[in-house]
């Protein structure tokens, strides 16, 4: 399941997803986004921080939910577990993901039609060099990949 939810700020928006539909929308509180994180008061019981960006977890909700439905001890949900396990993460890598890279892809896709076998060694390389930049940029996600 998608949602998306707007920063506490009100000028960003960033879509989720919720794994397995175990987790109702609502167990993502609250979002910070970079502009507005400066203002939460830091919670690491039921706050994440990726990047620049906070998102804030009914932890209640979740631990509940997840020992309903999966049988999971609420002592193992945590922030970090929701997250990195998928049940309530970004929808890409991080928020505005799919808008930043439009451009880029656009450009390799052009390459299709022309050069086939260029279009693949592109491709492969930009994936490579993109994960490595967000790696090193401290995205979650990427650290996984």
């Given at each position: 399941?998608?949602?998306k939810v707007r920063c506490a700020c009100g000028a960003q928006e960033a879509s989720f997803n919720l794994r397995d539909h175990v987790l109702p929308p609502e167990v993502v509180e609250s979002l910070y986004c970079p502009a507005c994180a400066e203002k939460a008061?830091?919670?690491?019981?039921r706050m994440l921080r990726d990047r620049d960006w906070i998102i804030v977890y009914d932890m209640e909700l979740a631990r509940f939910m997840m020992r309903a439905k999966l049988g999971?001890?609420?002592?193992a949900v945590t922030p970090e577990f929701l997250f990195d396990e998928g049940y309530a993460t970004w929808k890409e890598t991080y928020p505005g993901e799919l808008e930043e890279i439009e451009a880029e892809k656009a450009r390799i896709v052009a390459?299709?039609?022309e050069d086939p076998q260029r279009y693949f060694e592109e491709l492969r390389q930009w994936a490579q060099a993109r994960v490595e930049r967000l790696k090193a940029l401290g995205w979650r996600k990427a650290q996984r990949m």
């Open positions: 399941m998608e949602i008061s830091f919670d690491p019981a999971i001890d609420p002592q390459l299709l039609k």
